[in-house]
């Protein structure tokens, strides 16, 4: 029957134009007409995926490789281990004035040795205003940058 299916009244148990009269010859749903989308909850979209690829149609995702993934991770655990030498130096009050003090007189040069001065495995790069902070430090891992960790610490009002 489809959509061209019955002239004049439809009823039909669950159908929402359950004693409707329709006027037009043109469009008369059937009993079974939804007037919006119907999923079944047997649809899964991920059994439909598997059976695609399992017929071929799709090709497979290629083969999972963690080398970098694991690379990534090591370089990344040592940032962490960079990012906690670089916080135990700030918390002695010593070494936060002097690291202040340069900033208030913009003293770059004196900033950037004071950060290398910590010994950290992977290069930092500061930016700094009157109210806080930012360190971004990057890592690299077999050879390309993997990874990278930003703190920002406020100082100031």
Known sequence: ???HGHLGS????????????FETPYFTPSP???????YSPSFTPQLFQANII???QLRPYPAIDISTFEHSVAAFQRMV????AILTKFAEPQYARNLMEAA??????EVDRLIKSIGTSAPVTTQYTPTGVLLTIHAQAQASKCCT?????RWGQ
């Open 104 to 109: 208030q007189m913009g003293n770059r040069q």
């Open 32 to 38: 079974h007409y939804m007037p919006f989308p119907y």
């Open 1 to 3: 029957m489809g959509i």
């Open 81 to 84: 281990s960079d990012a906690g």
């Open 149 to 153: 960790l930003t703190m920002y610490l």
């Open 54 to 56: 399992s017929l071929g």
């Open 10 to 21: 439809v009823g039909h148990l669950g159908n929402p134009f359950l004693g409707v009269t």
